[in-house]
């Protein structure tokens, strides 16, 4: 399994920015598919992006569509989720996770490490 390491949330008024990161260690990174996910207090984990073993490939919840960019970068075994024109409905723990599998139309189905989560707030 690979380690995953959440960084980059915080407090943000709406409409504005953030870029959380995701570091990981252990197995090749590129390997793995990568994801963002989240849950607000309250709710059930939510599919956030995924983004494919490459990077050519991403996919997105409806919700975040056109607001969020999922990146990776390889060589630095990090993932990225640019946030923008942040929503209070937003605000939510936010997960990365490597999965094995990765499709351009479904969330992964293959998950398989987790990280410990990093706290997004929207202030309206």
């Known amino acids: 399994q690979v380690q995953l390491v959440e960084s980059g949330g915080g407090l943000v008024q709406a409409g504005g920015s953030l870029r959380l990161s995701c570091a990981a260690s252990g197995r090749t990174f590129s390997s793995y598919a990568m994801n963002w996910f989240r849950q607000a207090p309250g709710k059930e984990r939510e599919f956030v992006a995924a983004i494919s073993w490459s990077g050519s490939s991403t996919y997105y919840a409806d919700s975040v569509k056109g607001r969020f960019t999922i990146s990776r970068d390889n060589a630095k075994n990090t993932v990225y989720l640019q946030m923008n024109l942040l929503k209070p409905e937003d605000t939510a723990v936010y997960y990365c996770?490597?999965?094995?599998?990765?499709?351009?139309?479904?969330?992964?189905?293959?998950?398989?490490?987790w990280g410990q989560g990093t706290l997004v707030t929207v202030s309206s």
């Open positions: 996770a490597s999965s094995l599998d990765y499709s351009d139309s479904r969330p992964p189905r293959a998950l398989d490490a």
